[in-house]
């Protein structure tokens, strides 16, 4: 068994699942939403990944005039203020509440995950385009900001691995329904991305906002309006994350850095004289 606790977590979960106690209904139920929770994530992470590349010049948004540009501030608003409400307490209370039935707070998890690709998926695949299009990278230019696109994507895939497969993805909710076992959360990150900067998540996806080969209004709009919201919204996690831990995250807070990696200055005395 592998030592790594982020791996053993999501092995110790899916082998539990493998071998689900007896309850037909529960496991229709459980790999239901696991399905819908999972096309759903990929179908948003695809359209997140399109529609960026392209700087938000293609999708299937159709509004004209003034009414773009309201339905497309309202896609940008909608993401992060349903986000940060269904993180609350009384968030998290109304998604144990949101199945009828006695396995919601099981599902809490996976529900949430379905809620929020939804959301993506709305906001990708549904915003109405500018039709402007200020630079298109081409080139070496366009190799350059791909990789550096493809790199922001891999930073986010790691930090979410390093927070927790299981919960960042929804599948803690269902595997757990399906063993039929309470959902075992992760402990405080603490391990990988996280030894370097606090909130590795949110700068990774904020990187993935600027990396970008075609830039539009549509992509400065959005880039701006997530950027200040990655820099702003994990204070309202830290609260969560201090009255949680307490001390242990207070330690944590003071040896890690915030967003940026804090750079190692070496004393080198042979230079100072």
């Not at 830290?238 to 831990?245: C, K, L, Q, T």
Request: proline share 6%; net charge positive.
């Amino acid at each position: 068994m592998t030592t790594d606790p982020r791996v053993g977590r999501l092995l110790t979960l899916i082998s539990a699942a493998s071998r689900p106690p007896p309850g037909i209904g529960r496991i229709v139920l459980a790999l239901g939403m696991g399905v819908l929770c999972h096309t759903l994530f990929a179908a948003a992470v695809l359209a997140m990944v399109v529609a960026m590349f392209f700087g938000l010049s293609r999708s299937l948004g159709t509004a004209s005039g003034l009414w773009a540009v309201g339905a497309n501030a309202a896609l940008i608003v909608q993401f992060p203020l349903v986000h940060s409400l269904l993180l609350t307490r009384h968030g998290g209370q109304w998604l144990t509440q949101l199945l009828p039935g006695p396995h919601g707070a099981t599902l809490s998890t996976t529900s949430y995950a379905i809620i929020a690709s939804a959301q993506l998926l709305v906001l990708f695949a549904f915003w109405t385009p500018s039709g402007i299009v200020w630079w298109r990278a081409e080139g070496a230019a366009l190799w350059i900001l791909s990789a550096l696109y493809a790199a922001s994507w891999a930073l986010l895939i790691k930090a979410s691995f390093d927070a927790g497969a299981e919960v960042q993805s929804g599948a803690l909710g269902w595997l757990s329904l399906v063993a039929r076992i309470r959902p075992v959360y992760p402990d405080m990150p603490t391990q990988g991305l996280f030894r370097i900067i606090r909130q590795p998540i949110y700068v990774a996806f904020a990187l993935t906002l600027w990396t970008v080969p075609i830039w539009t209004p549509d992509q400065l709009a959005l880039a701006v309006s997530y950027t200040a919201y990655c820099l702003l919204a994990p204070r309202l996690k830290e609260r969560r994350f201090a009255a949680r831990y307490g001390d242990r995250f207070d330690r944590y807070r003071g040896q890690v850095p915030y967003a940026l990696p804090r750079l190692k200055l070496r004393d080198d005395k042979s230079h100072a004289q």
